[in-house]
Nanobody
Framework: QVQLVESGGGLVQAGGSLRLSCAAS????????MGWFRQAPGKEREFVAA????????YYTDSVKGRLTISRDNAKNTVYLHMNSLKPEDTAVYYC?????????????????WGQGTQVTVSS
């Protein structure tokens, strides 16, 4: 089993930056494909980004391409979401997830473990 703890959320002005972190404990981190999802009030949880076990392959939803970057450090058991040029529509609770399904999952069904989430609020 894997335990995931997100951090790094907060309040930022439009155009600003944040870096979210997700620390994993439990089974070997490098065996999991990792993803970031977000959920805004009244909306379903949506895919944001995902990364392969080695970090060599990444996937993004179209609305964040060029602004958000997912990365991982297997030595530190941590996955990151670097967020630049933030927009008010990026406001949501952000969740990291770990899964073993292949290929790298881009839906919630592909992930087995979830963190508790961290709030990101972007003011206009």
């Amino acid at each position: 089993q894997v335990q995931l703890v997100e951090s790094g959320g907060g309040l930022v002005q439009a155009g600003g930056s944040l870096r979210l972190s997700c620390a994993a404990s439990g089974r070997t981190f490098s065996t999991y494909r990792m993803g970031w999802f977000r959920q805004a009030p009244g909306k379903e949880r949506e895919f944001v980004a995902a990364i392969s076990r080695s970090g060599g392959t990444t996937y993004y939803t179209d609305s964040v391409k060029g602004r958000l970057t997912i990365s991982r450090d297997n030595a530190k058991n941590t996955v990151y979401l670097h967020m630049n040029s933030l927009k008010p529509e990026d406001t949501a609770v952000y969740y990291c997830a770990a899964g073993g399904a292949r290929p790298v999952p881009t839906t919630t069904q592909g992930y087995d473990y979830w963190g508790q989430g961290t709030q990101v609020t972007v003011s206009s």
